[in-house]
């Protein structure tokens, strides 16, 4: 499918993912940009496995230490360095930043770089939950953040499997996909979220066909969706 049409519920007011990587522009941020870590289920269990980290390894109770993926770059053809990361993770613990991602990484008392590749991340007190925050903090590109100021928040700039193309406020968000992209390429070549505050509005553009994936169907619909031949519900 060349367009997969999608329908979401809110506009995300943002697409800075240290702003709102939760809520209306969690789905869509997750297409645009990417953690360290991430959690996936394997065999019933939770495990956190890399992305841009390709090792990572807890070296003494204090201290994590990552190994970056090599040859990852973002949309705007920056390399993804240990800078980059720190300079995420920095901005985001900065109080006049006020980020709500702060909460995930708090206990982050400093962070080393070592060359391109490497960074320690070291902790205030010793503890295993850093890992799992992380997973929670996309990484962004310092670069585009002190070039585009304000229009960071309409024009992202990740590492994923698709960039933004254009954000309408209160109507739609266009992606591509990212062609140099390191992992498995995206299956479509667009994604285009039409924001659809009213449910029945939502639910009603998919019955018709007009999106392809419509988010958030209320609970008293879901069994209209699931005896819909044509449709299918995941939760």
């Given at each position: 499918?060349?367009?997969?049409?999608?329908?979401?519920?809110?506009?995300?007011?943002?697409?800075?993912?240290?702003?709102?990587?939760?809520?209306?522009?969690?789905?869509?941020?997750?297409?645009?940009?990417?953690?360290?870590?991430?959690?996936?289920?394997?065999?019933?269990?939770?495990?956190?496995?890399?992305?841009?980290?390709?090792?990572?390894?807890?070296?003494?109770?204090?201290?994590?230490?990552?190994?970056?993926?090599?040859?990852?770059?973002?949309?705007?053809?920056?390399?993804?360095?240990?800078?980059?990361?720190?300079?995420?993770?920095?901005?985001?613990?900065?109080?006049?930043?006020?980020?709500?991602?702060?909460?995930?990484?708090?206990?982050?008392?400093?962070?080393?770089?070592?060359?391109?590749?490497?960074?320690?991340?070291?902790?205030?007190?010793?503890?295993?939950?850093?890992?799992?925050?992380?997973?929670?903090?996309?990484?962004?590109?310092?670069?585009?953040?002190?070039?585009?100021?304000?229009?960071?928040?309409?024009?992202?700039?990740?590492?994923?499997?698709?960039?933004?193309?254009?954000?309408?406020?209160?109507?739609?968000?266009?992606?591509?996909?990212?062609?140099?992209?390191?992992?498995?390429?995206?299956?479509?070549?667009?994604?285009?979220?039409?924001?659809?505050?009213?449910?029945?509005?939502?639910?009603?553009?998919?019955?018709?066909g007009d999106v392809h994936i419509a988010e958030n169907i209320p609970s008293d619909k879901i069994e209209e969706v699931k005896n819909d031949p044509n449709l299918d519900v995941y939760v």
């Amino acid at each position: 499918r060349r367009v997969l049409f999608r329908s979401t519920g809110a506009d995300p007011t943002s697409l800075d993912p240290r702003k709102t990587w939760s809520g209306p522009g969690y789905s869509i941020n997750s297409h645009i940009l990417e953690p360290l870590v991430f959690r996936e289920i394997k065999d019933g269990k939770v495990e956190i496995v890399g992305v841009l980290a390709e090792e990572f390894e807890n070296i003494d109770e204090y201290t994590w230490k990552f190994t970056l993926r090599e040859g990852v770059t973002f949309h705007n053809g920056v390399p993804l360095t240990a800078e980059s990361v720190k300079f995420t993770l920095e901005s985001i613990l900065d109080p006049e930043f006020n980020s709500p991602l702060s909460q995930w990484i708090k206990d982050i008392d400093e962070i080393i770089t070592e060359g391109d590749l490497v960074l320690y991340i070291k902790t205030k007190t010793p503890t295993r939950g850093l890992i799992g925050g992380l997973a929670q903090v996309p990484i962004v590109e310092p670069g585009a953040v002190e070039e585009l100021g304000e229009e960071f928040n309409v024009k992202p700039v990740g590492t994923g499997p698709y960039r933004i193309v254009e954000y309408k406020p209160n109507n739609s968000v266009e992606l591509e996909r990212f062609e140099k992209y390191w992992g498995k390429p995206g299956v479509n070549e667009r994604i285009k979220f039409m924001i659809m505050p009213e449910n029945a509005v939502r639910l009603a553009a998919l019955q018709r066909g007009d999106v392809h994936i419509a988010e958030n169907i209320p609970s008293d619909k879901i069994e209209e969706v699931k005896n819909d031949p044509n449709l299918d519900v995941y939760v």
